[in-house]
């Protein structure tokens, strides 16, 4: 199993910028999927951006071409840029991993996850 420790979250006003960063430590796995998510108060986690096995990068809607995700394979850390923060970005921010079979070219249900890190938008 894979402990993930994230980071980087805060309070900023709308329009500004934070970076998160995701630590993953133990036995990390050959193939797997990572990302991040995101849960505000009364409402369901939803994804924010994931790294697939095969370096796909995806990102929700709302996100796209405001928050861009990369990952250092070296130092196992995985980060999410973003930028031009609303509001309706405020939440829990998780990091999340799942190992992926050698075979499969989609990502299994992620059962892996940090702890969270918190991110307040002010208007």
């Known amino acids: 199993q894979v402990q993930l420790r994230e980071s980087g979250g805060g309070s900023v006003q709308a329009g500004g910028s934070l970076r998160l960063s995701c630590v993953a430590s133990?036995?990390?796995?050959?193939?797997?999927?990572i990302g991040w998510f995101r849960q505000a108060p009364d409402t369901e986690r939803e994804g924010v951006a994931t790294i697939d096995a095969d370096g796909i990068i995806r990102y929700a809607h709302p996100v796209q071409g405001r928050f861009n995700i990369s990952k250092d394979n070296v130092e196992n850390v995985v980060y999410l840029q973003m930028n031009n923060l609303n509001p309706e970005d405020t939440g829990m921010y998780y990091c999340?991993?799942?190992?992926?079979?050698?075979?499969?070219?989609?990502?299994?249900?992620?059962?892996?996850w940090g702890q969270g890190t918190q991110v307040t938008v002010s208007s």
């Open positions: 999340a991993a799942v190992a992926v079979p050698s075979y499969a070219h989609y990502c299994p249900p992620y059962d892996d």
């Open positions: 133990g036995n990390m796995y050959s193939r797997y999927c």
